[in-house]
């Protein structure tokens, strides 16, 4: 219990991986269903050990309050993920669109997936990292490819291409990141960890790492969904299984944004040094406010559902990125808090949409409709997973967004015109599709109704976007406003 | 020894360099496939000579699967993908050869104007080769952004992946590199392998702004 | 001594009003080449409708019944403001212009409401159309009332009356103009020619008639006693803000004198209406609104002029 | 119960109870919700009692429907907690959940594709004010020591805004309290999204919710925009004030309905409130507390006064519509005899819209005329000008409200019925009776005692202003100027009192009486068939029959108001038809060009979209490129 207890990172990471293998070859498709989830719950329970173990875990892992919150986020919402997927899978097997082989496949890729994005989160070694982000992209794509249709194999590949050579800029990146700590701290090891990058950043070369950030920050951006690198985008979440939609859309932004983050940090405390570095946030908030306008302007003449939450994710990660941007501790608190906030938000939508599809047999807005008169329980959950995301009150995400446009409104006051005009595009868009998907006249069902345990998810979900936003609990609060002042 | 080691990787980088224009100025795939190899070898013969200079034993690792990875069986396959998908020989281009030519230069400029004063603590040599490896980078994603068909596109990629991988063995004392690069060799495997399973023939650029005109502003 | 004048003031109002509108009548008719009518026939029609038996259409409310009533109420009370032959009546701290106008349109309200009440087609014809003038005299006469507002340093009628009886007898270019808008808005209340043509009862032309179709009996006669007051509250509004020579101030030294001057001006005025009201002919009902908008314009120079002049009190 | 304990409370603090601030136990760190009411919040919370007590009593004779349970007391609540709100993250966050809480409400039908779309307008204009309002608060703040900006009333009142900054605040408080209270050019939502939610929540929404938005202004540019500003300032709510109080008469005079038509004419109203904040920030640019504090005074007791009054008109709203089925105009009529009560509760608030002596809407516009003529010594001859062309402007709106008054009373509840439905409607419910009926009886005391009301907002006054009406607000007499002559009320009804009482005796006296019941004379239409007991519908006045005058000579110009008439070829027996239409100029002008400029734009963004992979990696290299480049400049640099 005690080595356990001393190295849950470890198996953190190391479950699903495991899990992975052996759902690999697992016959049953109802058992491989349920050890799916039971590898999550693990993973989940394992990680909410996380913020109580020591920071450096060993095999070039490290956790810190940073890392930490994200894992257990990562490993809540890919739980809740294999919990929905146990039904909608079922559901899309009885249905013919799935057969025993690929219905392994996706499991076994789904526990790949998570594992390497619980890798790359608690990775203290870029280069780790970076495997891990590239391993997670390639179950990532194998993911969205599975259904074989033309569309969506259209997709996987473009997926597959741009994020490799996103991927490619990120290590390129990385290597003039290590070659900038290595004139510091030496060769070796040190010189390619976030610690030792973190320890040595008022004494790097400035220049040198401001090369670094630009491919960092395209590379990674590409994941995060950045325009103008966002294209693969909207089409890998729209062609994929929708749970599997649900748990791309939340994690590979939180993934992409915290390395951002972290070197982010590196880049200002050289700046605060005198190092020579430029001023990071530029350049983030820059790339930031495109994905705002380019992503809410997109919302119109959406027809397909799950695309059009795509487009609502580039917004979001837009809105992050911006947050992260323009630094300090209130703004990076708040860009925290949208990140787990519209990451559960969000999983809630894909979930919700995904058993809406199911039930009314297509994904585009003319099938979907009047949810909530034939369906209420998933209409009003949808309903309310969709407020969230628009930043309407009651909801956390209201809270956030409104930090983030303060801040940016006393800080940057004209990007914070730019900023507004986005955001209230993207809530009317938002809107819009809210009420034609709940409200009004419900469409002609051909599909099996959710019970109440597939609804269970989006609905913890939901009550937590409310209780984050609005109640959010003086220690947890403290504790992310500790990593904003790490990070800020 | 150890001198002279570095000075024939150093260039064997530029003889990468060189190569990558050639990738770009190359109108048959056969040909072009010819290239690359030839590229992977010149990088594997640099990380090998690297190695040996600086005395680092994995970097004869990574030359190795440099070039029997990417020397040997790569070209290997994609010969193999270009007779049994019968994919015409000749290269349509996007944007002509003497144009990209122009902005192939244009970017190994503006590489060596980017890299050359940030690493002025750099080993010399090191730096240079930074800067190859950038130029190499450039050169591989103009080529991807100037060919229009699907085995030329992934070509460039590989070329850009054998500058990336030139970068990280100019950095001394760079970890990791033989996963990095294995870990970035079994991504190609896939690319390669998906050209083949999917039959992409011509071109994966088939989601053209034609295709949405045509389906009438359908809303995607 | 104010309750005294006050109680003469009332009995003088409401004996006069019929008395107004028969001698206007006369006065047109002859102007008109024609014999007319007796001054007295107002008097007499409305003795005469109260001894006929009043009717109600059988749809209407008991709002119907009401609304005579509230029509005497509210021009009534007006009445009792605007000061005849003396400035110190009982009610002249209450002599507001805005309250005197908003109780004009306390009986235009009811008036309309009445002729709405029978559910027939013309009376909605003659209360929407009302309705209408109304709203395009408001303004105007808002600014009439602003214009004597800045010189008298409040909207007390009083007051103005007082300040202008007191200062310098100038001619002043901004109160001509006022009177002229006061003139125009006057007109159009009454429902004189050429808003509306008091003797018509041509169906598509008629506005106050139309609203009044329906009445018959006391009630006919109350509300024709209204008119008439009505008619006689605007001449003395007119001859009180813009001509206030000879009115007592206080005390019953200036009645007499405050009489006679009073006498004059109704009479003064009311030979103008007439020779108004024969020289001029009918507008269209479309054409009102244009015509409210000249006074409206005209009250608003007026301000603008007072403006120019005065700097500001 | 939950606003009857609130307007005790609301009372007890207007008396001068102390409140501390309190901070409640919820929100993030720097974000904790505070509470912190002052005489202005208090009397707004009056404001917001009066009609939820109301609106809930007149609840409790609607049929359940547990769409509105949940959201009515959240609406409720979130407009108390704007209210009551201590620093600007509270407020904001009961802003935009009292706008959420009642697009829900007004979603209650939403298989009705008007009340979607109109719902859909609602929060969308709501999500804009809610950014608007955003923006104006932290150009207020300024960042505290810890890098936790300071967001109470107390460090924004610290931190006086000039310059730029100041006139931003004003353009976004404008905007965005300003589209959620209804003011023109933002007015466009209102007519459709207050007539959707059932009556109970548009009274509520009209009586109450547009005075929220109009706190916010209060609030936020008199209070915390600390001062003095320039005198321009109160130039935007003045213009903006007499477009809505015109527009919003006009519009109301006709809308076909009658919730829409009362909704219009909540503009209106809003309008002239907007007029006195207007000329309140003049005068206390030009350093005239006591004139400012008059027509403060008189926006607040217009305030006061429209959300009683308006209130009292939905709810009769309310009630026809349940009883005759139906708040189309042209299918009421002849309700008065139905519906005794609440006709008269109707008449009784249709006074007061009409702004009748000695009413409640006469006393508060009779104050901001007095402001408005006081106010022509706050500068020179530009300022009279503008602000004689303002007068005008409000005279033509109560001009207006007075025809509408006239028109919803006259068409609905009085002549024949126009449908069977309303033929045979029945008075309402006890309890929306008891709600109607008190309503009422305020409206009367409200009008017959405006002093003692405007004493109530004395400390508001002088928390703002520092000088309040003191003694020219008498309990018999308001005056302009204290010791002058002014509006009596209860003299002015005690004459009406008077006369018409006269008149009623010296009629029972000296006249025949004893009507006799006869059928009205109807121009020569052909009798009625007797399957029509209460006449032919259409041979008494229509709802755009009324309003034609109107439209013809204003609606054509402001609302492009257009009627076509088709009549049938002689000897046809086809009925000839007229048609009206008319449209908001603002919606063509504003909205219409807006969404084509977004599907414009989200068309050339579709371009960029849907690319190639080829075509995506170009612009991906050509943007890092760009990066590079500048970055090798700023490196040289």
Request: overall charge neutral; cysteine-free.
């Given at each position: 219990m005690t080595g356990l207890l001393a190295a849950p990172a470890v198996l953190v990471v190391l479950v699903p991986f495991a899990a992975a293998a052996t759902l690999g070859v697992l016959p049953g498709m109802r058992l491989a269903a349920w050890v799916n989830l039971a590898a999550s719950g693990l993973v989940f329970l394992l990680a909410c050990l996380l913020p109580f173990s020591p920071g450096d875990a060993g095999l070039l892992l490290r956790v810190d309050p940073l890392a930490a919150t994200m894992a257990i986020l990562a490993a809540f919402i890919g739980f809740t993920a294999a919990w929905v997927s146990i039904g909608c899978i079922a559901a899309e097997q009885a249905a013919g669109r799935l057969d025993p082989p690929r219905v392994r496949l996706y499991h076994a890729l789904f526990q790949t997936y998570l594992g390497a994005v619980l890798l790359a989160l608690l990775a203290d070694n870029l280069g780790v990292m970076w495997v891990a982000i590239e391993a997670a992209t390639v179950a990532a794509v194998l993911v969205v490819g599975l259904s074989r249709t033309h569309a969506a194999i259209e997709a996987a590949w473009k997926f597959f291409i741009l994020c490799g050579v996103g991927i490619a800029l990120a290590l390129f990146g990385t290597i003039l990141l290590t070659l900038a700590a290595g004139s510091v701290l030496g060769p070796g090891f040190a010189a390619m960890s976030w610690t030792g990058l973190a320890r040595a950043a008022p004494h790097l070369p400035g220049p040198l790492l401001n090369l670094a950030f630009v491919f960092v920050l395209f590379g990674y951006g590409t994941k995060a969904g950045l325009v103008p690198l966002h294209v693969w985008l909207p089409d890998s979440h729209a062609e994929g299984p929708t749970p599997f939609s649900a748990v791309l859309g939340a994690l590979a932004p939180i993934v992409a944004l915290v390395a951002l983050l972290r070197l982010r940090a590196v880049l200002s405390a050289n700046v605060a040094a005198g190092g020579g570095a430029m001023a990071p946030g530029g350049a983030l908030m820059a790339l930031g406010l495109l994905s705002v306008l380019l992503g809410t302007i997109s919302l119109w003449r959406r027809g397909d559902v799950k695309r059009f939450f795509a487009f609502s994710s580039i917004e979001q990660s837009g809105v992050i990125a911006f947050a992260f941007g323009l630094g300090g501790r209130m703004a990076v608190f708040a860009g925290l808090l949208q990140l787990i906030l519209h990451a559960l938000a969000k999983a809630a939508v894909f979930q919700c949409v995904g058993r809406a599809a199911q039930l009314k047999g297509g994904q585009r807005f003319t099938d979907i409709g009047g949810l909530i008169a034939g369906h209420p329980a998933l209409g009003w959950l949808l309903a309310g997973a969709i407020a969230a995301v628009a930043g309407l009150p009651p909801f956390g995400l209201f809270v956030s967004e409104f930090l983030i446009l303060g801040e940016a409104v006393l800080r940057v006051p004209w990007l914070a015109l730019l900023l507004g005009a986005g955001l209230i595009l993207g809530a009317l868009g938002l809107i819009l599709r809210l009420q034609s998907l709940c409200f009004g006249p419900p469409t002609k069902d051909c599909g099996p109704a959710p019970g109440g345990p597939a609804l269970a998810a989006p609905a913890v979900h939901l009550v937590l976007v409310l209780l984050l936003g609005l109640a959010l609990p003086m220690a947890l609060g403290g504790w992310l406003y500790g990593i904003a002042g790490t990070f800020r | 020894m150890a001198g002279f080691a570095l000075q024939l990787a150093h260039l064997l980088g530029g003889a990468m360099l060189v190569l990558s224009f050639v990738l770009l100025y190359q109108r048959r795939l056969s040909a072009l496939i010819t290239v690359y190899a030839l590229q992977a070898w010149a990088l594997g013969l640099a990380a090998a000579a690297l190695g040996v200079a600086q005395g680092a034993p994995h970097l004869l690792l990574v030359g190795f699967v440099a070039v029997a990875a990417k020397g040997v069986a790569i070209p290997l396959m994609l010969r193999v993908i270009v007779r049994r998908l019968a994919i015409r020989r000749a290269i349509e281009t996007a944007l002509g050869v003497g144009p990209s030519m122009i902005l192939g230069v244009a970017l190994v400029a503006l590489s060596i104007l980017v890299v050359m004063p940030v690493t002025l603590q750099a080993v010399p040599l090191a730096r240079e080769d930074l800067a190859t490896a950038l130029s190499v980078v450039m050169l591989g994603l103009v080529m991807m952004i100037s060919r229009r068909s699907a085995i030329s596109q992934v070509i460039g990629f590989m070329a850009l992946e054998n500058g990336l991988i030139l970068a990280a063995i100019a950095v001394p004392g760079m970890p990791l590199i033989v996963e990095l690069s294995v870990a970035f060799l079994v991504m190609l495997a896939f690319i390669v392998a998906g050209i083949f399973v999917f039959h992409i023939r011509a071109r994966f650029d088939s989601i053209d702004v034609g295709v949405l005109d045509r389906v009438g502003g359908v809303l995607r | 001594m104010s309750v005294l004048a006050l109680l003469l003031h009332a009995a003088l109002m409401l004996a006069a009003a019929p008395l107004v509108v028969g001698l206007a009548r006369r006065l047109k008719a002859r102007l008109m080449g024609r014999q007319g009518p007796p001054v007295l026939q107002p008097v007499r029609d409305i003795l005469r409708l109260c001894r006929k038996q009043p009717m109600m259409a059988e749809d209407a409310s008991p709002l119907f019944r009401i609304v005579p009533f509230v029509q005497i109420g509210a021009i009534g009370a007006a009445a009792l403001l605007v000061p005849s032959f003396t400035l110190g009546m009982l009610t002249a701290p209450l002599a507001d212009l805005l309250a005197i106008g908003g109780l004009l349109a306390v009986a235009r309200v009811a008036l309309a409401l009445a002729a709405l009440d029978a559910g027939t087609a013309f009376g909605g014809i003659g209360a929407s159309r009302a309705m209408m003038f109304g709203s395009f005299a408001e303004p105007a006469l808002l600014l009439v009332i602003l214009t004597l507002a800045v010189i008298g340093g409040g909207t007390n009628l009083v007051a103005i009356a007082a300040v202008l009886q007191g200062g310098p007898a100038v001619l002043r270019v901004s109160l001509g103009l006022a009177l002229l808008a006061l003139l125009a808005v006057a007109l159009v209340e009454n429902g004189r020619i050429p808003a509306d043509n008091p003797a018509t009862h041509l169906e598509l032309t008629m506005v106050h008639e139309a609203m009044v179709l329906d009445y018959a009996g006391r009630d006919l006669a109350l509300i024709e006693l209204a008119g008439g007051l009505k008619l006689l509250v605007w001449l003395d509004l007119i001859a009180t803000a813009?001509?206030?020579?000879?009115?007592?101030?206080?005390?019953?030294?200036g009645w007499v004198p405050g009489l006679a001057a009073w006498a004059v001006k109704v009479l003064v005025l009311t030979t103008g209406l007439a020779a108004m009201e024969s020289a001029i002919a009918k507008m269209r009902v479309f054409r009102v609104p244009e015509f409210l908008g000249i006074a409206l314009l005209l009250g608003l120079l007026a301000a603008v002029f007072l403006f120019l002049t005065q700097g500001f009190v | 119960m939950v606003s009857a304990v609130g307007i005790a409370w609301a009372l007890a603090g207007l008396l001068g109870m102390p409140f501390a601030p309190a901070a409640l136990p919820l929100g993030v760190p720097g974000l904790a919700l505070t509470l912190a009411p002052d005489a202005l919040s208090w009397f707004f919370l009056l404001i917001l009692c009066i009609a939820a007590t109301a609106a809930s009593v007149f609840a409790i004779s609607r049929p359940a429907a547990p769409r509105t349970l949940v959201p009515f007391p959240l609406f409720i609540a979130a407009m108390a907690l704007t209210l009551l709100a201590g620093d600007a993250f509270t407020l904001l966050l009961g802003f935009e959940a009292m706008s959420v809480a009642s697009w829900l409400l007004v979603l209650a039908e939403d298989r009705e594709d008007a009340n979607r779309e109109a719902a859909r307008q609602y929060l969308g204009f709501a999500a804009f004010s809610g950014i608007c309002l955003i923006g104006a608060m932290f150009l207020l703040a300024h960042a505290g020591p810890s890098g936790v900006p300071a967001l109470s009333f107390a460090a924004l009142r610290a931190a006086p805004v000039e310059g730029w900054r100041g006139v931003a605040v004003l353009v976004l408080v404008l905007l965005g309290a300003g589209s959620k209270a209804g003011l023109v050019p933002l007015h466009g939502w209102l007519p459709r999204a207050h007539p959707a939610a059932p009556s109970h929540v548009s009274a509520l929404m009209s009586g109450a919710m547009t005075k929220v938005a109009l706190y916010v202004i209060i609030r936020v540019l008199f209070d915390l925009a600390g001062g003095p500003h320039p005198r321009w300032w109160g130039v935007p709510l003045l213009a903006m004030g007499a477009a809505s109080a015109v527009l919003g008469g006009l519009r109301a005079n006709t809308a076909p309905d009658m919730k829409s038509a009362l909704a219009c004419s909540t503009i209106e109203h809003v309008g002239l409130i907007a007029v006195g904040l207007g000329l309140a920030l003049i005068a206390r640019a030009a350093d005239l507390p006591a004139l400012a504090a008059l027509a403060l005074g008189a926006a607040l007791l217009h305030a006061l006064n429209h959300g009683v009054f308006k209130t009292l008109l939905f709810l009769c709203a309310g009630a026809v519509q349940q009883s005759a089925g139906s708040r189309m105009l042209d299918r009421l009529g002849g309700l008065i005899r139905r519906m005794p009560v609440t006709a008269a509760c109707a008449l009784m608030g249709a006074a007061a819209l009409a702004a009748l002596p000695p009413g409640p809407g006469f006393a508060s516009e009779w104050l901001l005329f007095q402001a408005l003529l006081a106010g022509l010594r706050t500068g020179g001859v530009p300022v009279q000008m503008l602000l004689a062309v303002i007068a005008a402007l409000m005279a033509l709106a109560v001009g207006l409200a007075a025809a509408a008054a006239v028109r919803l009373i006259g068409i609905a509840f009085l002549g024949r019925p126009r449908s069977p439905r309303a033929a045979a409607a029945e008075d309402a419910p006890l309890p929306a009776r008891a709600a109607m009926a008190g309503l009422a009886g305020l409206c009367l005391v409200l009008g017959l005692l405006p002093g003692p009301v405007l004493q109530m907002i004395d400390p508001a006054l002088r928390h703002l202003l520092g000088a309040g009406m003191g003694e020219r607000a008498g309990w018999l007499v308001l005056s302009a100027q204290a010791g002058t002559a002014g509006y009596a009320a209860l003299g002015i009804a005690l004459l009406m009192a008077l006369a018409g009482l006269g008149a009623l005796w010296a009629a029972r006296r000296f006249a025949v009486s004893g009507h006799r019941v006869a059928p009205a004379w109807g121009g020569g239409f052909m009798a009625p068939p007797p399957w029509l007991p209460f006449g032919d519908p259409a041979t008494q006045p229509s709802a755009a029959g009324f309003s034609q005058p109107l439209r013809r000579a204003l609606g054509a110009p402001l609302l492009s108001a257009r009627e076509t008439v088709s009549v049938p070829p002689p000897a046809s027996p086809d009925p000839a038809r007229h048609v009206a239409r008319e449209a908001d100029l603002l919606d063509a002008w504003l909205l219409a060009p807006l969404a084509r400029l977004r599907d414009r734009a989200a068309g050339s963004a579709d371009r960029l979209q849907f690319l190639t992979i080829r075509r995506s990696l170009a612009v991906m290299v050509g943007v890092l490129v760009v990066f590079l480049a500048l970055l090798a400049l700023l490196e040289e640099l």
């Open positions: - | - | 813009f001509f206030p020579f000879g009115i007592g101030t206080a005390g019953a030294a | -």
